[in-house]
């Protein structure tokens, strides 16, 4: 099972000479078994690069879990080139939102004078499941929905793969006061071979926007370590953290790591794979 991270980036798109080795896109996260449809983690700009390795012919398949509707999380969909094919077939899955079911929300942001093109006018056919905190399967994976703590209605994502379990909890709001952790995050993250988590702020900026619905990066390694997870991917990367910023924070990140007794850490970049064999399926 491949994990390739196709956006990485919290907030907006930040493409710059500095951010060029962890990538200027948001979030967009795709895990692949060859032979099976692809499930993509939320749809941003990185979407649109995750749309330039598949099928152009009008034989896309895939399946889209979306964990709530801000911008970073979807504005990818209109520049899925697969996907407006004659043919092409994306389940898109999230929760409702307050009111609207998942179709209506895209709806909403989707038209003009927002974006010229709607959602009915791409020519693939596109279908919205409006899902509630639940366990459902999708394609071969199987998929774990739950409410986590951020600003609006938000899911995090356990999905299990081909023998391989991988948790997305991209955008996480950790308590103001203590390091309590909620129940669906650690139900989530439980034993995972991969967390990929929010880790948008360090301490100081977290002082100065502790309402913005994210974390530090020590609290994403306190989840790690309380879920007993085998390897954590901090994502969601501030816009204004530069390439030389986040390999400080994943150096300072890696000694903490040794501390709690996290396995490892690395940091989300664009175009970076992680890869799961026979042996990590295996242990399962
Ligand atoms: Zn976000
Ligand atoms: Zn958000």
């Not at 080795?21 to 967009?28: D, I, K, L, S």
């Not at 398949?61 to 004659?86: I, K, Y």
């Not at 391989?164 to 952790?181: F, W």
């Not at 439980?190 to 988590?197: F, N």
């Amino acid at each position: 099972m491949n994990v390739s991270f196709h956006g990485v980036r919290g907030s907006t798109p930040c493409s710059c000479e500095l951010n060029r080795r962890y990538g200027g896109n948001t979030a967009c996260v795709a895990l692949e078994i060859p032979g099976s449809e692809p499930v993509v983690l939320d749809l941003g700009t990185g979407l649109r690069f995750f749309g330039e390795t598949q099928p152009h012919d009008g034989s896309f398949r895939a399946h889209a879990l979306v964990t709530h509707l801000h911008w970073d999380h979807v504005q990818g969909l209109p520049f899925c080139v697969p996907v407006n094919r004659e043919g092409a077939q994306l389940d898109v899955y999230g929760p409702p939102q307050e009111g609207l079911t998942l179709a209506e929300a895209f709806e909403e942001f989707m038209r003009p004078p927002y974006f010229p093109v709607r959602i009915g006018e791409l020519i693939g056919d596109i279908r919205f499941h409006t899902v509630d905190d639940s366990d459902f399967a999708v394609g071969d994976a199987k998929v774990r929905a739950r409410y986590v703590p951020h600003v609006g209605p938000t899911f995090g994502y356990r999905v299990e793969f081909g023998g391989v379990s991988v948790a997305y909890i991209s955008d996480h709001q950790q308590p103001l006061e203590g390091d309590s952790i909620a129940d669906e995050v650690l139900e989530l993250a439980d034993g995972a071979d991969l967390l990929i988590h929010d880790a948008q702020f360090t301490d100081e900026e977290f002082r100065l926007k502790s309402h913005w619905g994210h974390c530090t990066v020590d609290y994403a390694l306190h989840v790690a370590r309380e879920a007993g997870v085998r390897r954590l991917a901090l994502f969601h990367h501030d816009p204004s953290h530069a390439d030389r910023d986040i390999d400080r924070i994943l150096e300072r990140a890696r000694v903490r790591a040794d501390e709690l007794g996290v396995p490892e850490v690395i940091a989300a970049a664009e175009g970076l794979t992680v890869s799961f064999g026979v042996e990590a399926a295996a242990t399962h």
